[in-house]
């Protein structure tokens, strides 16, 4: 089964995020929930596409599969770049359902996490593909 992809680039879902102030207060309150639950150290964001939750968590290391400027680096979610226990916290939006292998995400989620870190995501899953 092929990695699904996203129905924009991280260019044009920012463009789209820059012209809805709707989506970025809907999208800011889940950021803010979000942050309220992370544990005190260093936040890694898979899936940053457009790079809004960086925003609100400037110090976070944001990536994707795709590159955009503002990611810190471009890597799949199912082998993830990073040794062993690196992060405090990872954070996931709407990202899940475009992962081929979930689980195997979820297991390098695991690996990149301290001892009692925090795997934190918003997961709708409302798209047509």
């Known amino acids: 089964m092929p990695l699904k992809r996203p129905l924009c680039t991280p260019s044009q879902c920012r463009e ?10 809907v999208y800011s309150d889940i950021y803010r929930h979000l ?7 260093l936040v890694l964001e898979v899936g940053g596409g457009s790079g809004n939750f960086k925003g ?21 979610a199912q082998r993830l770049p990073f040794a062993d226990g690196s992060f405090a916290n990872v954070v996931m939006v709407d990202v899940l359902h475009h992962i081929e292998s979930p689980l195997t995400a979820l297991r390098e989620i695991t690996r ?12 709708p899953g409302i798209t047509d593909h």
């Not at 789209?16 to 207060?25: F, G, M, S």
């Open 56 to 76: 609100h968590a400037p110090s976070s290391i944001s990536t994707d599969i795709a590159f955009a400027p503002w990611l810190d680096a471009v890597c799949d």
């Open 16 to 25: 789209i995020w820059d012209r809805k102030p709707a989506l970025r207060a």
């Open 112 to 123: 990149v996490l301290i001892p009692g870190g925090r795997f934190i995501m918003c997961e």
């Open 35 to 41: 942050l309220e639950k992370t544990r005190p150290g």
